[in-house]
């Protein structure tokens, strides 16, 4: 019986300390899940736009966590019929946000989670560059108002239509976003 109480304990030990660290990797992954997804599907619309010659849109809708990609086959920014539509939600726990005091990869104060030129949509010409520049941040729930500690940040560079992933870490210099 003694035994048995024994090991009983020591599994209730390693469970004390194995089921938080459990839950702090669940939520990088489902971060880090999310983050993929948007910089992949940024990443589509960019080379579609180059192999159809035309336009294609990407769409966020902050308030509803989704963004849209259209492939505007005849380049006339209007949603026809015909033309595919790709709608996409945010899932696990992960949403566009950041905690206020944020500056993003240029030194520039964050006010919004789609911190783009104006507006909430970025297109890609014929030629797969970007008709605007700037960032799209993502935080896991728990995050918010919390920390940027999970933040990541999909960057658009305006000229040559490029998609970066960036992972926010305050460790690194000489700014805190890393590649």
Do not use: C
């Amino acid at each position: 019986m003694l035994e048995l109480l024994i090991v009983i304990s020591f599994v209730a030990i390693i469970m004390a300390i194995g089921i938080p660290n459990f839950s702090k990797w669940k939520e990088k992954y489902e971060i880090n899940g999310q983050a993929q997804k948007v910089y992949f599907d940024m990443m589509l619309a960019r080379s579609t736009s180059l192999k159809n010659s035309n336009n294609v849109s990407v769409t966020f809708d902050v308030s509803k966590n989704l963004y849209k990609v259209h492939d505007d086959t005849n380049s006339d920014s209007v949603e026809d019929h015909g033309e595919s539509i790709k709608s996409v939600n945010l899932e696990n726990n992960v949403e566009f946000g950041y905690v206020p005091g944020l500056r993003d990869i240029d030194g520039n104060m964050v006010t919004s989670p789609v911190f783009l030129e104006s507006g909430n949509t970025v297109t890609f010409n014929r030629r797969g560059q970007a008709s605007k520049g700037g960032s799209i941040f993502l935080i896991h729930k728990n995050d918010i108002g919390v920390s940027n500690h999970r933040l990541r940040s999909i960057n658009i560079l305006k000229a040559t239509g490029a998609v970066d992933y960036l992972k926010y870490d305050i460790k690194s210099t000489p700014t805190p976003w890393a590649y």
